[in-house]
């Protein structure tokens, strides 16, 4: 069964699938695909994380895409973006 979740601290509120589907706490957006979550959250040289913004019009163009309350793209690998943004 899915079903609608609300996170009480933001408001949010998306459709989880199990464990594909992850809320991110710093931030407060939803991300479907644990690949899509993992790369949203940029690891800093001193260890602190910094999250990406997904709506940017570079991330946009690579199928990103606002749906249902959640953001979802294509399975990357999970460096394809991690090179563009070093650059
Ligand atoms: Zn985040
Ligand atoms: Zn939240």
């Known amino acids: 069964v899915t079903g609608l979740t609300t996170h009480g601290a933001c408001g949010?509120?998306?459709?989880q699938h199990g464990n594909r589907t992850g809320h991110c706490?710093?931030?407060?957006?939803?991300?479907?695909?644990?690949?899509?979550?993992?790369w949203h959250q940029e690891l800093q040289a001193d260890g602190s994380v910094i999250c990406r913004d997904p709506s940017r019009p570079e991330f946009a163009k690579?199928?990103?895409?606002f749906l249902d309350g959640t953001w979802r793209g294509p399975e990357w690998a999970r460096n394809v973006f991690a090179e563009e943004v070093a650059s």
């Open 25 to 38: 706490g710093v931030c407060h957006r939803t991300f479907e695909g644990s690949g899509l979550f993992d």
């Open 62 to 65: 690579k199928g990103l895409r």
């Open 12 to 15: 949010a509120t998306w459709k």
